[in-house]
C-alpha cells in the first residue's frame, strides 16, 4: 500500500524561540533558529471507508531502499544539526552531568562470580574502558583466569559493538556467542575453541544471538530470523565444522508467533518455545539425542499460555489454563498431554505467578502482590515452604543467575529507589542469607538522605495506580518542585522501583522522580495488563494523565513544573498524553517513540509487525483501525499547543523504526501553534537501546537531562 514518492525538498522554517520557553530571567537564551520541516506531498490511506493523507511516508524510504533514501538522511541530518543548535547553551551542563555521572560508576570492577559446571564465571571491566572481560576461574576463585572473550579488543574502532547469549559447551571446551554490530538486534553466531583460542569457521548470520548446545558438545540449536521482517521464523541445528547444510528443525506458521529455544537447567531436554500473546506451545527432545524430532509437550489451546520447568522425576508448568494469574502444574515425564497435569500452586486472584525456577530440591516461585516481588520457596519433596521478606515501601526484587541445577543456594537481586542494585545467595536450607555485593556509588551515596513514598492515584474508572516516588531530604510539598514522571504500560511489562545512580543528578538538583505503575503492565496482576491492551488501551494514557494531576494537586509539583518521559511503547504513551492533555506537562521526552500505529500495523513489512497483533489489535479488522486511529499520535496532531518536546531516535531501530517519530515530528511542526521547543535528536549509529559502551550513554541521559534542568532554569 505504501510505495516510494519523488524526492522533496525540505522547507526551512524560521521559528524564534525566545518567548515561550517561560526560563527563569538570566538562564537559557535559546536562540531563534531555522528549524527544518519537511514538504507535504499527498500520499493516500483509503480502508474501511476512510480516507486519510499521509504527507510525510517519504521519510520510509531510507528503510525501504527507495528513490529518497539520500534525502530523508539529509532531513534527519538537518534535524540534528538543529537540535545540536538550540541546545548548545546547554553544552557546559551537558559535560558536567556527563562527568558527575560517569564519576559515581566504579571503573575498575567485577561482577559477582557464577559456578557452572564446574567454572566459576564472571566479567570484569577496567579503568577507562567502554566494555568488558568475560572471564572463568575452574574450580576455585583462587584459579589461575581464564580471558574467554576480551571484548575490550574486539570493539576497537568500532561506534557500535554488542555481544550476547555467551554459552559454554558441556564439556567446557567450546564457547558460542552472538555479535551485532549495527544495534539491529540481528546477530551473527560466532563459536570459539576455548583451549587453542581458534575462533572456528562457522559463522551463522541473521540469528537473535543465542546458541542452544546439545550433550554431544557438537551440535548447536539456534533461532533464525527473516531478513526482511525480523521475525524469529525458524529453530535450526548446526553440526560444528560440518559439511552438512543446517537443518531446520521447526518453522512457524504463524507470524503472530514469537519462538525461541532453550535447554533445560538439569540439562536433560531442548525445548522450543513458540508464543503469541494469547497462547504458546511447547516442544521437546532429550539433549543427548539431537537429531530426533521434537515432539509437542501439549498442542496448543485456544487463549492458553503455558512454559514448562523440569525436575528429575517431573514437569512443572505454568499456565493461565482457567487461570487469570497463572497458577503450577505438574505432570510425569512421559505423560505431558494437559490431561495429566495435576495441581501444585493454585490460583489465586490476588497474586500473579510470574515465573518458576527448579533446583534439584527446591524450586523458587516469584509472584506479584500489591505490585511487589515476593520469592516463594517450595521444597521438592514434602510441603514445606516460605517467603523471603522484603521491608521498604517500593523495591524491586529479582532472581539472578542460577544456572547450577543441584545448587542449594538461591541467588536474588534486591534494589529499590535508594537502595543501590545488591546481589544476596540464599540459603535454601537455613534461611540465610549473605549480601555477596551491593552497587558502589563511587563519591559517596547516604542513602538516608533520600526519602521514597508509594502512593496512589485515582483513575477516572476509581482504580487506585501505584506511584513509587522518590526525592531528597527538605523537599516540601508546595507545589514549586519540578517533577518527572516516568511510566511504560505495555505488553504486561512491569516497570519496578529499581535504584539509577545517574537519577541524583536531578534529585541533588531538587527534583522528584516517580514512576506511575499504570495499567498495560502486570504490576498488580494479570487483569491490569490486559485492562491497558487491545481496546482497553487508553487506559494507559488516561492512568498517566490522572497520576499526573494526582501530583499536581497534592502540590509535589506544579503543571509549570511537571515533565513526563517513557520510551518505546512507553514512547507511544508521551505520544498520546501530549494530544490528550498537552497544557498538563512542562516538557516531555519521548524515546524511540512508536507514534504511528496505524500505518506500521497496516505494513507487514515492518519489522515485528505482526507479532504485535494481539497487542495493539490488527487494523485490517474495523474496529481496531477505529480504535488505533483515535489515539495513535501521529494521526491526532492538532493545530493547538503542545509542551516542549524533545525526541530521540536510532537509524537502525529493529523495534521502532526512525521514521516513526520523523513523521510524528514533522506534522508536529507543521501544526502546532506555540512556539515552544521541538526537538528531534537521531543516533545515525545505534538502534533501539542506545550507545553500546557502558559510558556513551550517559551522554544521551545528559542530553534529556539538560533539557529538563535549562527548562527549569538551573544552569549548575
Known amino acids: 500500500m505504501k510505495k516510494s514518492l519523488p524526492i522533496y525538498v525540505i522547507i526551512l522554517l524560521f521559528i524564534s524561540c525566545s518567548e515561550s520557553t517561560n526560563m527563569k530571567k538570566g538562564a537559557y537564551n535559546w536562540p531563534a533558529e531555522k528549524a527544518p520541516v519537511a514538504a507535504q506531498k499527498e500520499h493516500v490511506r483509503i480502508l474501511h471507508g476512510d480516507t486519510v493523507p499521509d504527507p510525510y511516508y517519504w521519510m520510509i524510504d531510507y528503510f525501504k531502499k527507495g528513490p529518497d533514501s539520500t534525502q530523508v538522511l539529509n532531513y534527519l541530518n538537518a534535524e540534528n544539526s538543529y537540535t545540536e543548535k538550540m541546545m548548545a547553551g546547554t553544552n557546559n551542563l551537558q559535560n558536567k552531568l556527563f562527568n558527575e555521572m560517569k564519576a559515581r560508576i566504579k571503573e575498575k570492577d567485577e561482577s559477582v562470580p557464577v559456578f557452572k559446571n564446574g567454572y566459576f564465571y564472571y566479567t570484569r571491566v577496567e579503568e577507562g574502558k567502554q566494555y568488558y572481560k568475560y572471564c572463568r576461574k575452574k574450580g576455585s576463585l583462587t584459579a589461575k583466569e581464564e580471558i574467554l572473550l576480551d571484548v575490550d579488543k574486539m570493539a576497537e574502532g568500532k561506534p557500535y559493538y554488542n555481544i550476547t547469549g555467551m554459552s559454554v559447551s558441556p564439556n567446557n571446551n567450546l564457547l558460542v556467542f552472538g555479535i551485532d554490530e549495527v544495534s539491529r538486534r540481528q546477530y551473527t553466531l560466532k563459536i570459539k575453541n576455548i583451549t587453542t583460542g581458534e575462533i572456528l569457521s562457522d559463522?551463522?548470520?541473521?540469528?537473535?544471538?543465542?546458541?542452544?548446545?546439545?550433550?554431544?558438545?557438537?551440535?548447536?540449536?539456534?533461532?533464525?530470523?527473516?531478513?526482511?521482517?525480523?521475525?524469529?521464523?525458524?529453530i535450526m541445528r548446526h553440526q560444528i565444522n560440518g559439511n552438512k547444510k543446517d537443518v531446520m528443525v521447526y518453522q512457524e506458521k504463524d507470524n503472530s508467533n514469537y519462538i525461541g529455544v532453550s535447554k533445560s537447567k538439569n540439562?536433560?531436554?531442548?525445548?522450543?518455545?513458540?508464543?503469541?500473546?494469547?497462547?504458546?506451545?511447547?516442544?521437546?527432545?532429550?539433549?543427548?539425542?539431537?537429531?530426533?524430532?521434537?515432539?509437542?509437550?501439549?498442542?496448543?489451546?485456544?487463549?492458553?499460555?503455558?512454559?514448562?520447568?523440569?525436575?528429575?522425576?517431573?514437569?512443572?508448568?505454568?499456565?493461565?489454563?482457567?487461570?487469570?494469574?497463572?497458577?503450577?502444574?505438574?505432570?510425569?515425564?512421559?505423560?505431558?498431554?494437559?490431561?495429566?497435569?495435576?495441581e501444585l500452586v493454585p490460583h489465586r486472584s490476588d497474586v500473579l505467578v510470574q515465573s518458576v525456577e527448579a533446583f534439584k530440591d527446591y524450586t523458587v516461585i516469584t509472584e506479584r502482590k500489591n505490585g511487589l516481588i515476593q520469592l516463594r520457596i517450595k521444597q521438592n519433596s514434602g510441603s514445606s515452604e516460605h517467603y523471603i521478606q522484603f521491608d521498604e515501601p517500593a523495591y524491586s526484587a529479582n532472581l539472578g543467575s542460577n544456572p547450577e541445577f543441584n545448587s542449594s543456594s538461591l541467588r536474588y537481586t534486591y534494589t529499590s529507589l535508594t537502595t543501590p542494585f545488591s546481589v544476596f545467595d540464599y540459603e535454601l536450607s537455613t534461611k540465610t542469607k549473605t549480601l555477596k555485593k551491593q552497587q558502589e556509588v563511587v563519591g559517596g551515596y547516604n542513602p538516608t538522605d533520600y526519602i521514597t513514598e508509594r502512593i496512589y492515584a485515582t483513575a477516572n474508572d476509581g482504580t487506585k495506580i501505584p506511584i513509587s516516588l522518590v526525592y531528597k531530604k527538605g523537599f516540601k510539598k508546595e507545589g514549586t518542585a519540578p517533577l518527572l514522571l516516568y511510566a511504560y504500560g505495555s505488553y504486561g511489562y512491569s516497570i519496578d522501583a529499581d535504584f539509577n545512580s545517574t537519577i541524583l543528578s536531578l534529585l541533588n538538583r531538587g527534583f522528584v522522580y516517580a514512576i506511575a505503575h499504570i495499567r498495560g503492565g502486570e504490576d498488580l496482576g494479570r487483569q491490569w495488563y490486559e485492562d491497558g491492551k487491545l481496546l482497553k488501551k487508553k487506559n494507559s494514557f488516561t492512568d498517566f494523565i490522572n497520576c499526573g494531576e494526582f501530583l499536581v494537586n497534592n502540590k509535589y509539583t506544579s503543571k509549570d513544573h511537571l515533565f513526563a518521559n517513557g520510551g518505546s511503547a512507553g514512547g507511544l504513551l508521551m505520544g498520546a498524553v501530549t494530544n490528550m492533555a498537552p497544557e498538563l506537562w512542562k516538557g516531555v521526552i519521548a524515546e524511540v517513540p512508536f507514534v504511528d500505529v496505524v500505518n506500521t500495523m497496516l505494513d507487514e513489512s515492518i519489522p515485528l509487525t505482526t507479532n504485535e497483533f494481539d497487542e495493539w489489535g490488527n487494523p485490517k479488522e474495523k474496529v481496531y483501525y477505529d480504535y488505533q486511529k483515535s489515539y495513535s499520535p501521529y494521526e491526532n496532531v492538532e493545530k493547538k499547543n503542545y509542551p516542549h518536546l524533545l525526541i530521540t531516535t536510532g537509524l537502525h531501530d529493529s523495534q521502532v523504526q526512525y521514521f516513526e517519530p520523523a513523521k510524528w515530528v514533522a506534522r508536529l511542526r507543521t501544526m502546532k501553534t506555540d512556539q515552544n521547543l521541538l526537538l528531534l535528536k537521531t543516533n545515525m549509529d545505534y538502534g533501539h537501546g542506545g550507545a553500546s559502551g557502558r559510558f556513551d550513554y550517559l551522554k544521551e541521559t545528559a542530553l534529556n537531562f539538560a533539557f529538563l534542568l535549562a527548562l527549569e532554569g538551573i544552569s549548575e
Open 203 to 234: 559463522n551463522i548470520e541473521g540469528t537473535n544471538g543465542y546458541g542452544v548446545w546439545a550433550n554431544d558438545n557438537n551440535t548447536i540449536f539456534y533461532t533464525l530470523n527473516h531478513p526482511v521482517t525480523l521475525l524469529s521464523e525458524k
Open 267 to 342: 540439562g536433560r531436554y531442548i525445548f522450543i518455545s513458540t508464543q503469541a500473546t494469547l497462547s504458546s506451545e511447547q516442544l521437546f527432545i532429550h539433549a543427548d539425542k539431537p537429531a530426533s524430532a521434537f515432539q509437542s509437550f501439549q498442542p496448543r489451546l485456544k487463549n492458553v499460555l503455558y512454559d514448562v520447568v523440569a525436575l528429575d522425576d517431573k514437569f512443572l508448568i505454568r499456565t493461565n489454563e482457567n487461570a487469570l494469574n497463572f497458577k503450577v502444574m505438574e505432570c510425569p515425564l512421559d505423560k505431558t498431554n494437559h490431561s495429566f497435569w495435576k
